[in-house]
């Protein structure tokens, strides 16, 4: 016997047994069998054989629901899995920030939290070397508040303009349909800002245990302003309470060829059996004064911090203790907006997360329609609007109420907020690339034997692609730091020596290359 096999086979794990549970629920059938009009289902009208199929309404009525049963898959972070829950303020912060969400200790607030894998398509790998997602609805009185993280506390660039290069690169090649090294080195190589954010990836954090193991950052430094309209400058962070624990890419491969769900699985099971995974939120704060001393541009989204330059402050705690009845009526139907925000919480002032605020709503309306907000998993506490119509669905679609504002019959009115601060500030970015964040998470971040395991995971991946982009790879990461330049460099010749002999046109198309443009005059200079 297979042991293993057996062992996976023989699963009494919640989400083995979530059908056998369902039928202890409910020990008899769950009603009568209707058509979607609501016709009950005669049982003749169940075969479809010698029969006149089509007068029979519930076989039409069934394939043709069937054949629309999918929606667009999102454009990243497709695969993923959902779970409700509630956030405890644990902390006094009101000398920070106003948000009625994160005042008054004891305060709970419902949330609905979405965890995804980036680059993954639906039904693809867990345990893919990918940035994870961990997207935070909270429903507060002021609104739906969305948190949307990722698992590095660094991004790959901070101009938006890049975001479609880079996800069509991490993403399948268009002519293979098939994952590619050399797209993903390409971009590294060509957008060297990436190289910080590419070590987190090569590094152990690369492949986490499971989504309750990781911790989680907005990365962007939020403005945010207490009752006084006095300005703050925070990093929020979630930080797990299981302990951060990550997989061996040998050890990965392994569940990953019994188990690609092995995440949303872990999740599940963990959430029926009651052992609630949590997290603190946290903000890493400055304040203007101190942003004024320091040597180094805080909103810079491809670097961290410095240590010493602020002080971090706990909020409170994320317990995720309610799996979805329905996956698709929350996973898949929910919208997370970065611009869902809430008043003392007017937010990151760098161009990539004003982007942001509109990239995803433009989305939303293209997977979910234009109506996304109403949908029940995205429904705030409170809402009064001047839209309407449009694709379901529409709720109420504010009835009788005025459609126009302002107007003299009492629809909906603004409120006025005094604290609110005048001004917001404007950032300056330079386009200039700093390796030395890179070299320090290196050299300072990573520990000896994971600074092995990121040479090894960087080795693994320059393999398959070109020897001309291996030398762009190896020239990168060697201004990045000398060492680790050196060591990739090394165990890569060895790991080609152990290699079949590659195939002489990968050797043409590898040979020194220029860059070209064109001049005014449409001539091709080099
Ligand atoms: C220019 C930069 C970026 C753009 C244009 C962008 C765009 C998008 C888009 C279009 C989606 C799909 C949304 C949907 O279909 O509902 C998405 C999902 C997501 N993004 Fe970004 N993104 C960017 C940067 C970031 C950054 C910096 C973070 C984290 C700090 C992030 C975290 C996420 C997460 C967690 C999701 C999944 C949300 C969910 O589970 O529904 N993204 N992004």
Redesign the pocket.
Known sequence: IDYELYEYFNRTDPATRQLCDFEEQHPIPIGILTTSSGKPVDIRETISLNSDAFSNQYHIDLLTHANAERIPE????AK?TAAFGYFEVTNDVSQYIKSDVFNGIGKITPTAV?F?TVNQNLGGNDLARETK???VKFYTKEGNLDF???NFPV?FFKD?VK?PFFFHALKRNPKTNLFDLSMRWDFCTKNPESIHAFLWLYSDYGIPNGYTKMDA????TYEINNKYGDKYFVKFNFRTEQGVENLPSDEAEAIAARDPDYFNRNLYNAIENKMYPAWTLEMDVMSFVDIRNIDYNPFE?TRLWKMGTYHTITIGRLVLDRNPDNFFRVSEM???NPGNLVPGIPGPMDN?FK??RS??RD??VY?LGVNHNRIEVNTPLYWKVYDRDGKPPVRDNMMDAPNYYPNSFNGPVPYVDPSRPKERYTILEANAVDLDHAADFYNNYLQRDQRERLVNNTVKSLVPVSPDLQRKAIRLLTLTDINLGIQVSEMLHDAMQMSPIPDPRVLIVSRQKNNYYYDSSSQLVK
Request: no cysteine; glycine share 6%.
């Open positions: 999102r454009v990243v972070h993923g979405r995804s997602g961990m997207a949307v993280a990722l991004f938006p975001f950052f907005l990365i962007h989204i929910s919208a997370f990539l982007s942001r990239s995803y989305t939303q997977r």
